[in-house]
């Protein structure tokens, strides 16, 4: 059974700080998605990373993948109020079609 | 460019009831549809997902059931709604397999 494991699941930080949020993952797949969630609405897509080594970087965001480690990471630099929210991650386990979200980081930042 | 349109935003049922929720895609063809459910305070789970007209795939056993009628449009059904059907639904949409997943505004579903 895929798993996919968020740590941790509850952020609280200052503005300016910088952070990490880590996503383990249980299979070999080399494709992992990252997701943005407002409080009572929907998921938007931030990162799609699709390869080993993969980093993607959008503003104070980026994303990283080690496929070895099965194991994406997302850092906050210099985080701002704007970036409070929950971020998921989501990993494929070789399907072609479905995805598999871990439960989410609530990050709450405090100015 | 593609949209995805999910109806309605919300909706209070009494249990028991019957449920139909709908989603349609446009601006793009043969697109991958899904269905999840998203509990207060917690991830997401996959409850359908569909990858051709009346090709329909089943993730968790439950009393909701899911049509594809049409190529975009996505349908969420239940003949009698527990209580424990309550929820955040949301629909969504992909092109390809390494593509990510986009989704719908979502319907905010209370049991009452």
């Known amino acids: 059974e895929l798993k996919v494991e968020q740590n941790p699941l509850f952020l609280s930080m200052q503005e300016g700080k910088n952070y990490t949020i880590y996503c383990n993952y249980s299979?070999?797949?080399?494709?992992l998605y990252w997701y943005r969630q407002d409080p009572g609405k929907s998921l938007e897509s931030l990162f799609v990373l699709l390869s080993n080594g993969a980093v993607k970087q959008e503003g104070r965001l980026m994303a990283s993948l080690d496929t070895k480690a099965r194991l994406s990471t997302l850092h906050i630099t210099a985080a701002v109020h704007d970036l409070s929210a929950t971020y998921f991650c989501a990993e494929s386990g070789g399907s072609n079609y479905k995805l598999t979200f871990g439960k989410g980081t609530l990050l709450t930042v405090n100015p | 460019s593609q949209t995805i349109h999910q109806w309605p935003a919300t909706l209070v049922q009494p249990v028991g009831s019957p449920l139909s929720l709908e989603c349609t895609v446009e601006g793009t063809s043969n697109p991958n549809l899904y269905w999840y459910r998203q509990a207060a305070g917690r991830g997401l789970q996959l409850l359908f997902y569909?990858?051709?007209?009346?090709?329909i795939s089943s993730e968790v056993p439950q009393n909701l059931s899911a049509s594809r009628p049409q190529d975009r449009q996505f349908i969420l059904s239940s003949k009698k709604l527990l209580l424990s059907d309550s929820g955040f639904y949301l629909c969504a949409w992909s092109a390809y397999s390494n593509q990510p997943q986009h989704f719908g505004d979502g319907t905010r579903l209370s049991i009452l």
């Open positions: 569909s990858i051709g007209i009346d090709q």
């Open positions: 299979t070999t797949s080399d494709r």
